[in-house]
């Protein structure tokens, strides 16, 4: 019978080889027009470009580093906030401690040289 599994007839049979190769040629004929497209894009795009026709496209690495910029700002802000605190507390500890001992100036003193230190080192 021929080629075709599903031809009948020998007429039917030439009319599917016809179908499948219109189909073939359609296809190859999209594949070469994709091609052309993809390779002559670039070139077309810098000459509208130039010629006034497109806009160039807007560029994202300033979006970027004002996001890093922001970022860094309030990372910063926040340690310096945290750093306030801590040391508000921290001074405010000592003072109380320094009003409340009985003991001796000498030893208060050698006593808050030790808190001190303690505290700078963690």
Same mark, same amino acid.
């Given at each position: ?9 020998? =007429? &039917?049979? /030439? ?6 190769? %219109?189909?073939?040629?359609r ?5 070469? $027009? @994709?091609? =052309? &497209?993809? /390779? ?6 810098? %000459? ?9 496209? $807007? @560029? ?14 309030m990372?910063?802000?926040a340690?310096?906030?945290?750093? @306030? ?38």
């Amino acid at each position: 019978m021929g080629f075709s599994r599903h031809a009948t007839t020998p =007429t &039917k049979e /030439a009319v599917d080889h016809f179908t499948q190769g %219109v189909n073939s040629l359609r296809n190859a004929g999209y594949a070469a $027009a @994709r091609g =052309t &497209k993809d /390779a002559a894009a670039p070139k077309v795009n810098v %000459v509208l470009t130039k010629v006034g026709l497109r806009k160039p496209p $807007a @560029r994202k690495w300033p979006w970027v580093l004002g996001a890093i910029g922001a970022g860094l700002a309030m990372g910063g802000a926040a340690a310096y906030v945290w750093y @306030r605190q801590r040391t508000e507390s921290i001074g405010e500890a000592l003072l109380t401690d320094e009003l409340l001992d009985d003991t001796e100036p000498e030893e208060r003193n050698r006593a808050l040289t030790e808190e001190l230190v303690d505290s700078v080192s963690r």
